[in-house]
């Protein structure tokens, strides 16, 4: 097992604050060593240890991999035309996922995997080396066992949605899905998954049915998670709140109940702008909560219908300028937030015992990241010590 320098940083972020400046432990001239699959030296570049390898810096700025927590990547078909009536002005409601869901039924388990497997490519090339993979477009018992196999290929972070939409085949019989969902097909899921989420939102489950998935998942040994308050006002956040989810996802129309209730709770907040983006909707205030003491993450969402994109740059872009993040609370949000969301302490920051998973960004600070919007800044990344991507 071989150690890498990674030196010449020009500005680091290690999100560890008694690292350096501000809340995103900013230093210059800074220098990393990693090894096997940690960090385990930080400080002045000048001061640098040898190591085996080296990865000159040339004085970019380096920041922790993103964490992206929220993604459903297990899909087949795309739902461009239904992107393309919404942008004449069609609504977006939950219905649309009972497209993907016959397209994903009818596909092959090895078209499954390469067309998920692309898209986690995709995602670590633009910086991702931490990724929550989500099921619910198979919404039969062993349509969400073959989702969550293929989900299980890329990521420890599976996620069991099989409470995403009521299938047709159970149109009107709603109680008898979420029965189904909380019982056989969690028996059958939760081997395979870290977590269970459910939509609850107008058009998909009401609080009663999350309650009842939710409480079983948490029974079964899972971690908790709430596509909440989406659509519309409702009970999401407060159910997720109730249940201590990691993460209450979306959060678009919240009352000022819900944003008392998450900053008084662990439940993260996590923006996805990637959904109002390409749904047309209003976007919530990021800055709203974070003056309320909420912790904030940024996912993709990335998924066929409402969000395709897998590109967190563009997610931190739209935070700062629609959401009122600054650019740094954005990308704390998409590296340190991501982590909390997931529950985990060894990602999302660059200090010693972390894990060895960076970004060299091609751009001399992390603000470049808003203030560059759609150019590629990603020079090269390094996930688990090795270097993954290099692009420079
Ligand atoms: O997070 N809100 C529910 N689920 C997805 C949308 C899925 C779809 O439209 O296919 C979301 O936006
Ligand atoms: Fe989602």
Avoid at 318 to 325: F, I, P, S, W
């Amino acid at each position: 097992m071989t150690s890498l320098l990674l030196d010449r940083i020009g500005q680091l972020v290690t999100n560890d604050p008694s690292l350096g400046d501000g809340p995103l432990g900013l230093r210059r001239d800074a220098a990393l060593v990693l090894h096997a699959g940690r960090v385990v030296w930080v400080g002045a570049s000048a001061d640098a240890p040898a190591a085996d390898r080296r990865l000159d810096a040339e004085g970019r700025c380096v920041i922790p991999g993103f964490v992206d927590s929220h993604t459903h990547l297990v899909f087949a078909g795309d739902r461009a035309a239904e992107f393309a009536a919404r942008m004449a002005g069609r609504p977006y409601a939950a219905g649309g996922i009972a497209t993907t869901v016959a397209a994903t039924r009818a596909a092959s388990s090895v078209d499954l995997r390469s067309g998920a497997a692309a898209l986690a490519e995709e995602a670590l090339r633009a910086g991702t080396t931490t990724i929550e993979v989500k099921s619910g477009y198979g919404l039969t018992v062993a349509d969400e066992v073959r989702c969550l196999e293929v989900a299980g290929g890329l990521t420890g972070e599976t996620t069991f949605l099989g409470a995403h939409v009521v299938p047709p085949e159970y149109a009107g019989r709603s109680d008898d899905y979420t029965a189904l969902v909380a019982g056989e097909m969690l028996s059958a899921c939760a081997p395979l998954a870290r977590w269970a989420d459910v939509f609850c939102d107008r058009g998909a489950f009401d609080a009663d049915q999350a309650r009842t998935v939710l409480s079983a998942a948490r029974v079964a040994g899972l971690g908790l998670r709430v596509h909440a308050n989406q659509l519309g006002p409702g009970p999401g956040v407060a159910l997720a709140v109730e249940l201590d989810a990691a993460s209450a996802d979306h959060c678009t129309h919240l009352s000022d109940a819900d944003v008392d209730l998450l900053g008084d709770s662990d439940t993260v907040a996590t923006l996805l702008p990637g959904a109002e983006f390409a749904t047309r909707a209003a976007y919530p205030s990021g800055r709203r909560l974070l003056d309320a003491g909420v912790t904030v993450a940024l996912a993709s969402d990335c998924n066929p219908g409402s969000s395709y994109t897998t590109n967190l740059p563009f997610c931190i872009a739209v935070a700062v300028r629609e959401m009122g993040l600054t650019p740094d609370e954005a990308v704390w949000a998409a590296t340190a937030g991501g982590a909390r969301a997931l529950r985990r302490s060894d990602v999302g920051h660059l200090a010693v015992g972390g894990r060895a998973d960076a970004v060299v960004l091609d751009a001399p600070r992390h603000l470049h990241l808003a203030y560059r919007p759609g150019v590629p800044l990603v020079h090269s990344v390094v996930r688990g010590g090795d270097v993954v991507v290099a692009n420079g």
